[in-house]
């Protein structure tokens, strides 16, 4: 009997909802994966793979040490854009603070490379969020693509009108200008339209370079957000609002305990949850360290077949306690389903008041990983 958790990956149904999210937007328009995070935990490796052998061409991750292991795992070929930018010297340093080692990932890249050498060895290409990033990287790589980003909004990232300006003419390396909506899984939030008008009317002078806009809820919004590229990131799990998207995750975890708990005895640390009823309750094996976040406990649902059984008490680090008194098959050794086809990611999410995103970046290390498909 195995006592770890086991975490499905399904590529095929990936590879579908990025064909899926292709189809909505019109023939020219690229459909680009953000694999950040490890691919929101799913694995960079894996899908961003079976992602260029169905065609895509471009990707988008957080930070420089994402896109290098990117980049030795999927060759020369595609793109990959990096949102975080160009590093900048740190407040108080040597102007030459850029020429040292590159930090990545809480450690300095082996080798020291500087960030210009990080960028040219791996074939990065920055997303130019301010003008001191941009003036870096101009000086830095003068023939290197790379991005601009436009504040249109959100404020979180990018360029407004008078730090745009002050570029002047743009070099031919750019070779994309993007931006991001902050409202668009609600589609009728008047921060869509007033965005997309900002949008265009900063890029008008440059119309003749591709244009993105939208993520994956934008897709949804309508064919003006599309403009040139999309970038589809939560959609290729099938996760809100790509509700038509196909689940890719599925998540179940072994009883390793069932226990006989009489009425008036609790279960769990704080005994936040008490019997009233002679009950069962049986002990899973992952905890807020798998991602199943302590906000589930007394909130979600695993299911036995098709039979529900909710979490009761609180979530341990490395423990979940469900109520089976309902669920006669069970046993130790039964797997019980988190994710799958009774409980979406987003089922799941809404139990624990957060977002999909939240849910699979989270999921973390100690499952047994399984890939299915391409
Ligand atoms: C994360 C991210 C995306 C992908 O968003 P989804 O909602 O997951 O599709 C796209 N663009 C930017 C700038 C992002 O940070």
């Not at 930018?85 to 809480?106: C, F």
């Not at 040219?120 to 941009?134: D, E, G």
């Not at 993007?178 to 965005?195: F, V």
Request: proline share 8%; net charge negative.
């Amino acid at each position: 009997m195995s006592l770890v958790g086991r975490l499905i990956i399904d590529l095929d149904a990936i590879v579908a909802n990025w064909r899926a999210l292709d189809a909505l937007t019109a023939p020219h328009v690229e459909t680009a994966a953000v694999i950040k995070a490890d691919a929101y935990g799913c694995g960079a490796t894996q899908v961003g793979t079976a992602l260029t052998k169905a065609g895509a061409r471009t990707f988008f991750v957080a930070l420089p040490d994402e896109g290098a292991s990117l980049r030795e795992n999927l060759g020369p070929d595609p793109k990959i854009y990096i949102l975080a930018g160009y590093p900048i010297p740190e407040p108080h340093s040597h102007p030459s603070a850029t020429q040292s080692p590159l930090p990545v990932g809480g450690r300095l890249r082996e080798g020291a490379l500087s960030a210009r050498h990080f960028y040219a060895t791996h074939t990065l290409r920055p997303i130019l969020n301010s003008a001191v990033q941009a003036a870096a990287w101009f000086r830095d790589a003068p023939e290197g693509p790379c991005a601009i980003q436009l504040d249109t909004g959100m404020n979180r990232l990018g360029m407004e009108l008078a730090e745009f300006t002050s570029l002047g003419s743009l070099p031919a390396s750019v070779r994309l200008i993007m931006s991001h909506l902050a409202c668009a899984d609600a589609p009728a939030h008047p921060q869509n339209p007033a965005q997309l008008a900002e949008f265009t009317r900063l890029t008008k002078p440059i119309s003749d370079l591709p244009r993105s806009l939208a993520a994956t809820a934008g897709i949804l919004l309508d064919a003006d957000y599309h403009f040139d590229l999309t970038r589809v990131g939560i959609g290729l799990y099938g996760g809100w609002p790509f509700t038509a998207g196909r689940p890719a995750v599925t998540v179940h975890l072994p009883i390793i305990q069932i226990r006989d708990v009489a009425p008036g005895e609790s279960v769990g640390y704080g005994a936040t949850w008490t019997a009233h009823r002679p009950s069962r309750i049986a002990t899973l094996s992952s905890g807020y360290a798998d991602g199943l976040i302590r906000a589930l406990g007394g909130n979600a649902t695993g299911y036995i077949g098709s039979q529900p059984a909710p979490f009761v008490g609180r979530v341990s680090m490395d423990l979940i306690t469900l109520d089976v008194t309902d669920c006669p098959t069970a046993q130790p050794g039964t797997l019980v389903e988190i994710l799958g086809p009774h409980q979406t990611i987003d089922d799941l999410a809404a139990a624990a008041s957060t977002i999909g995103h939240e849910i699979l970046t989270s999921l973390g290390t100690r499952y047994q990983r399984r890939y299915t498909g391409a």
